[in-house]
């Protein structure tokens, strides 16, 4: 399916690894200008190497904290005017809400809140202006089903969520969708990181961990980054003007809920 895509610019957040990784490369398959950003110079160097390799598409690498104000601002400046606007982050530590300090909370709220709140803001009405806009916040599957020690990112994320809620209706008819796609348990970095934890934690092989995870998930299987991308280039695509303030679910069936 052509998803009527090329020529369009898109900012990817958070996107020299993992799932934000995934939706750049796929857009950028779709003939999307892509602006891709990150911590890490040496992944972003090999994500837009990456991308040359498969897309024959202008990338613009951003190397910034989007946590911080200047960061924001360095990546509005290399895409003023974005057509597509892919949300992403890291998510906060897991921990126990008891030790949390107001710095800790701060630091939460601004990563899966506040920053994409703030580029929602800077985009969506020159979006709307010219006609064609696509938001995709990438948050996550503890916002619909909340676990243990990470109340800080289904309370951010929950946030994101119910502010998407109202905004996505008031753009709707200038061909300006909102929506947001939760992740389950997917192949990338960070889960490779989590299992390692976890296995520490509780004395158990990475192995066993994993054995014990995939129990959970009826596909019997992590999720792939380019599954998620796939999803996320539609939700992005010409087609997709109809679906707007949606939270949609990846997560091989892990949600046990009809609703």
Not at 122 to 140: E, K, L, P, Q
């Amino acid at each position: 399916m052509d998803l009527g895509l090329g020529g369009k610019k898109a900012i990817v957040c958070a996107s020299s690894k993992g799932l934000g990784r995934g939706c750049a490369i796929a857009l950028a398959r779709e003939g999307v200008d892509v602006v891709i950003n990150g911590r890490d110079a040496a992944a972003l160097d090999q994500t837009a190497n990456d991308i040359a390799k498969v897309a024959n598409v202008s990338v613009t690498q951003v190397l910034a904290d989007l946590n911080q104000p200047g960061g924001r601002a360095a990546l509005l400046e290399a895409c003023p005017e974005p057509d597509i606007l892919i949300n992403n982050n890291g998510g906060p530590p897991p921990g126990d809400f008891r030790n949390w300090t107001q710095a800790d909370w701060d630091a939460g709220l601004t990563a899966n809140l506040f920053t994409p709140v703030e580029l929602i803001k800077a985009t969506v009405d020159g979006m709307a202006a010219r006609g064609f806009g696509r938001i995709v916040n990438i948050t996550s599957i503890a916002v619909k089903m909340p676990f243990p020690g990470l109340a800080m990112s289904s309370a951010a994320r929950s946030g994101l969520t119910s502010f998407v809620a109202t905004i996505a209706r008031e753009v709707a008819s200038k061909n300006v969708t909102i929506n947001n796609l939760q992740p389950g348990l997917f192949a990338t970095d960070r889960l490779i990181g989590g299992l390692e934890g976890a296995s520490k934690a509780q004395s158990k092989s990475v192995d066993e961990v994993r054995t014990g995870m995939l129990a959970n998930i009826p596909a019997n299987r992590f999720g792939e980054p380019d599954e998620f991308a796939h999803a996320c280039a539609y939700m992005c695509s010409a087609h997709s003007g109809y679906l707007t303030g949606q939270n949609v679910l990846l997560d091989g069936g892990y949600f046990p809920g009809a609703f």
